[in-house]
């Protein structure tokens, strides 16, 4: 067995049990998180809460993304097939982007809810808060140690900022009941909402953001498209580049194609193992698929140095020299 054979069976067989491991957490999560969720909601509506009522919801939201993360981790385990011949892995980043809308939807709730709230106070049990909201932090705590050390993957980030956004819930909630037993003042509750909706909403949009673009097949972050193009060129016997494209199949693994201009046929088969080489060292690039052209006539279309298109002719991408 040739080395890159074994290194792609360690890396598939870390891939399983990764994913094992992480369905595994969702399973243990989405219980822990879901009898929690009964709790709080009971509690605080006997005692009047909002804080209290706000993570309720959070922690059920949880446990809708634990149950999303778990379809689409036994989705995304799927083979390929004729049908689907890149595999299920986008279903992750389909979860991912439906957990960040869900939470979306929450912090708009919690936002009015905590006005309304604002305008007209309402009586809150400060003591009856502070002891759920207590035991809730501590569900929250293991759930997010959990996750932090035995899921991996975009959903598993996703289901994290959930459970880390319901942990300040709670925080908030310990903290509006303590100033509502020891004070009375009762604005404190709404008011400590509308702070942990806002946190909420800035980790969410960061989510929100990191699926979208993997679904719009953009460059990945970590990427230059400008610096995969230039080390493509440079390489021995390459005379240029274009129809270069670079894009996320699935919240891990990067894609790319090209047409490579080489000047000698003969070499393509060196140019290829030392582009790939290249690609999977400095870029960890590792699905490739070139095409290569020699001494004919450059395709039709503006040719530019490095940036891509703006608005691409005849389905060509930018070339690079």
Known sequence: MSKSHAAGDRRAHRHRTDAHATRRVFWIALALTAAFALVEALGGWLAGSLALISDAGHMVTDAASFVVALIAATVTSRPPSGRASYGYARAEVIAAFVNALAMLALVVWIAVEAVLRLLAPMPVAGSTVMGIAG?????????????????????????????????????????????????????????????????????????????????????????????????????????????????????????????????????????????????????????????????????????????PATEPTEGHGPRLH
């Open 135 to 307: 035991a809730g932090l501590a569900v929250n705590l293991i759930v997010a140690w959990m996750l932090s050390r035995h899921a991996h993957g975009i959903n598993a980030r996703g289901a994290l900022l959930h459970v880390l956004g319901d942990l300040l819930g709670s925080v908030a909630a310990f903290v509006a009941g303590a100033v509502v037993h020891w004070t009375g003042w009762m604005q404190i509750d709404p008011i400590l909402s509308l702070v942990v909706s806002l946190l909420i909403l800035r980790a969410t949009l960061a989510l929100l953001k990191e699926s979208t673009g993997v679904l719009m097949e953009r460059v990945p972050a970590h990427l230059s498209y400008e610096a995969v193009g230039r080390a493509l060129a440079r390489l021995p016997g390459v005379t240029g580049v274009h129809d270069l494209h670079v894009w996320q199949m699935s919240a891990e693994r990067v894609a790319l194609s090209a047409h490579v201009m080489i000047a000698d046929g003969a070499a393509w088969p060196r140019t290829l193992a030392a582009a790939q080489r290249m690609l999977a060292q400095d870029f960890a690039i590792d699905h490739v698929t070139l095409q290569p052209a020699w001494p004919v006539p450059p395709p039709a279309g503006r040719v530019i140095p490095v940036a």
